[in-house]
């Protein structure tokens, strides 16, 4: 979980720092990247700020934070 700034989005999360969920590299080494360089906002519980995520996300996040994986389309 890393802290990050919305640039688009909602205008009441607008340019607010914020914790995100932004996995990018494996415990065996493979380092993970994704076309654009997206994050899932949380509240400090782990809870989605938003409803619903476009792209793929990473199993370790799905292990790590099941309300996320539920609502991805895609695991990787």
């Known amino acids: 979980m890393v802290m990050a700034t919305v640039k688009k989005g909602k205008p009441d999360l607008r340019k607010k720092v914020m914790p995100a969920v932004i996995p990018w590299r494996r415990k065996d080494g493979v380092f993970m990247y994704f076309e654009d360089n997206a994050g899932v ?30 609502a991805a389309n895609a695991i990787v």
């Open 41 to 70: 906002i949380v509240n400090p519980k782990g809870e989605m700020k938003g409803s619903a995520i476009t792209g793929p996300i990473g199993k370790e996040c799905a292990d790590l934070w099941p309300r996320i994986a539920s």
